[in-house]
């Protein structure tokens, strides 16, 4: 069994449910209703895209199959501040949130000029730059995830694996 084994599940009202089971069976689960039904489908695929393509081992995922619960990554949390890692995946799924929500196509150069400026303005310390053919490669995973779940039945639900030892 891999590390974590995702399951997103399309309602039959237009709902969605993410659950996580670890590889000791515990499971973490979250209900998004409404529109956000809608958005955290696509927002969390976009996150197994970023974080397998790249092979962040501690980012939202990864937090996950160390023990996080979904409920963690809400402010404020008992958790503390998330690892850098995990802030830089959330940047980078955030940024491809928003250029899909506007239909923009960023280069990589202005996706990091972005990320720059994120960064400069929070505080943050670590930086990545993205290549183009990791942003392709991150779209293409994206792409097909997203085909995928468009495939999903009402009722059914779209089951992924995640292990960090595995890389895109």
């Known amino acids: 069994m891999p590390e974590l084994v995702i399951r997103i599940k399309k309602k039959t009202d237009g709902s969605a449910a993410l659950s996580c089971e670890r590889a000791d069976k515990s499971v973490t689960w979250q209900r998004q209703e409404g529109a956000q039904g809608r958005f955290f489908p696509l927002?969390?695929?976009?996150?197994?895209?970023?974080?397998?393509?790249?092979g962040h081992r501690r980012g939202f995922f990864g937090l996950v199959a160390d023990g996080w619960n979904v409920t963690d990554f809400g402010a404020p949390s008992a958790r503390g501040r998330i690892p850098a890692e995990a802030m830089l995946s959330e940047l980078i799924v955030g940024f491809l949130d928003a250029e899909r929500a506007t239909a923009d196509r960023w280069s990589a150069a202005e996706v990091n000029e972005k990320m720059r400026?994120?960064?400069?303005?929070?505080?943050?310390?670590?930086?990545?730059?993205?290549?183009d053919e990791e942003l392709a490669a991150i779209r293409a995973r994206r792409a097909e995830l997203f085909a995928r779940w468009r495939e999903v039945p009402a009722g059914a639900a779209l089951e992924l694996p995640f292990d960090r030892s595995v890389t895109a």
């Not at 927002?43 to 790249?54: G, I, K, N, R």
């Not at 400026?117 to 290549?131: H, K, P």
């Open 117 to 131: 400026i994120f960064a400069d303005e929070n505080g943050l310390e670590q930086r990545v730059s993205l290549t």
């Open 43 to 54: 927002h969390d695929l976009t996150h197994y895209a970023v974080e397998t393509v790249l």
